[in-house]
C-alpha cells in the first residue's frame, strides 16, 4: 500500500474515531500524516533492546544505605 493510500485510511479512521464531524477533513489528514510519519520513523530505528543495566527483579530501594 502506498504512502497516500495509508494516510486515507488513517485519516478516516481518525474521523470515526471523533463521531464523524463534518469540516475537520484537514485536521484528520494533517493528524494522520503525522502519525504515518511517526510509525516510519519508529521502524526504521529498529526495536527498542532493554536496557543490560537494569537487571530482572531488582529493586533500587535495595541499594539504597538503610534500604
Given at each position: 500500500m502506498?504512502?497516500?493510500e495509508r494516510i486515507r485510511r488513517?485519516?478516516?479512521?481518525i474521523?470515526?474515531?471523533e463521531g464523524?464531524?463534518?469540516g475537520r477533513q484537514q485536521e484528520h489528514w494533517d493528524r494522520a500524516v503525522q502519525e504515518i510519519e511517526s510509525e516510519?520513523?519508529?521502524a526504521e530505528r529498529g526495536p527498542v533492546a532493554p536496557d543490560?543495566?537494569?537487571g530482572v527483579g531488582s529493586d533500587p530501594?535495595?541499594?539504597r544505605p538503610g534500604g
Open positions: 502506498d504512502r497516500e488513517r485519516a478516516h479512521e474521523w470515526e474515531r464523524r464531524p463534518e516510519g520513523s519508529e543490560p543495566a537494569v530501594a535495595a541499594n
